[in-house]
């Protein structure tokens, strides 16, 4: 059944933007197969993509939705099975979207280093150096917790053998700090790969700077 707290329509615009978000992470290389999920909050309610199921195959029909408490209240598919970890976001931060993937580059980067080093000034639309969470089993509360330590006053986070999390106020804001953070990850063992050299890395006050500068970003 649908929240009464939430508009019909709501939800079903709500499902079209997530449905795109998680088709546009498989068409820019960030997952593989089914792998990683997207949750986007409208109302009372958390839509997410449904366990084990191609992006490409979800339509209107597929629509998958539970409450805060993680309780189905839309849908007959199983929610993922990531679902402690985007139901912690949401009860500990603003967030209105978390994108989960498991991209190559920052990946890779969570089995060398316990934090990303601080290589491009795009660090700082994350909050600051991006932590790895470390590995516990995927789908557990343990995992959650961990992700919640890396993510204390940040908006992305890498998870340690497993991916990304980032969450954001919009999809299109989540995806993009995925995006970013891939694309920082991937900069960084490119450097780091040319053999006798070191990558220069920014300061934190460097760091502090972009992010006042950051604040009047845009239109």
Do not use: F
């Not at 931060?93 to 993937?101: C, F, I």
């Not at 919009?170 to 995806?175: C, D, G, H, K, V």
């Amino acid at each position: 059944m649908t929240d009464p707290h939430t508009e019909p329509n709501a939800v079903a615009q709500a499902w079209r933007d997530l449905v795109a978000t998680a088709r546009r992470s498989a068409a820019e290389g960030l997952v593989v197969g089914t792998s990683g999920n997207v949750s986007v909050r409208t109302g009372d309610l958390i839509l997410v993509t449904p366990s084990g199921v191609p992006y490409d195959r979800l339509g209107p029909a597929d629509t998958v939705a539970v409450d805060p408490a993680g309780r189905q209240v839309i849908g007959e598919l199983k929610p993922t099975s990531e679902l402690p970890l985007h139901l912690a976001v949401y009860r500990n931060t603003e967030a209105s979207a978390v994108v989960h993937t498991h991209a190559v580059h920052a990946t890779a980067v969570s089995t060398l280093v316990p934090e990303l080093p601080v290589i491009h000034y795009m660090t700082a639309a994350l909050g600051g150096p991006v932590r790895v969470a470390p590995y516990a089993l995927y789908g557990t509360d343990e995992l959650a917790e961990h992700m919640l330590r890396a993510l204390e006053n940040r908006t992305g986070c890498l998870l340690q053998n497993h991916g990304t999390v980032t969450h954001g106020s919009s999809l299109e804001q989540a995806y993009d700090r995925t995006a970013q953070l891939e694309w920082m990850c991937r900069l960084w063992l490119t450097a780091s790969a040319v053999p006798g050299r070191t990558p220069s890395l920014l300061s934190p006050a460097e760091l502090a700077e972009v992010g006042e500068k950051l604040r009047g970003y845009g239109q």
